[in-house]
């Protein structure tokens, strides 16, 4: 079983196109808590209240971090989204985390990003545009198979 992690923007659908695209495959998908206002208030929520907003974030983000780390650590292939809404910065710190940490990184953002992302893609073995992309090297990975219209031909 491929065990991937699924990190990065959380406004789009990419992650279900990944995982509806993979059925039948053999591969387990995890990722970071993708409900916004929970994961911005699981530390408060769970450790209680704090009067400072840099407080707040701490808490939450030592807990997000928790998730991401075991995730990261435990996954075969390491998949970063980075959207074109907002600046990711845990996404490339995620990006970053991977690769030293010798995984699998697969970077996924669109050709608007491209310079900006450029050393982010330099640590990747493989960067996509789409969602449907990385459903393919997932399938390509596990069982050699390409995709029936290939973009060469």
């Given amino acids: 079983m491929l065990k991937v992690y ?10 279900d196109r990944i995982v509806a695209g993979a059925e039948g495959l053999d591969v387990r998908f995890d990722g970071p808590v993708t409900d916004h206002a929970a994961s911005d208030d699981c530390g408060a929520a769970i450790l ?25 650590e435990g996954a075969d292939v390491v998949v970063v989204r980075f959207g074109d809404k907002y600046k990711q910065w845990n996404a490339a710190f995620d990006a970053g985390q991977a690769a030293a940490l010798g995984k699998s990184l697969i970077v996924l953002h669109g ?28 399938r390509y990975v596990l069982t050699g198979a390409l995709p029936e219209t290939r973009a060469d031909a």
């Fill in 111 to 138: 050709p608007e990003h491209q310079h900006a992302l450029k050393e982010v893609d330099a640590a990747a073995l493989a960067v996509a545009e789409t969602p449907e992309q990385v459903v393919q090297m997932l």
């Fill in 6 to 15: 699924l990190s990065g923007e959380i406004h789009t659908d990419w992650r």
């Fill in 48 to 72: 209680g209240a704090e009067e400072s907003r840099f407080w707040h974030d701490r808490k939450g983000a030592g807990l997000n971090a928790i998730r991401t780390r075991r995730g990261i």
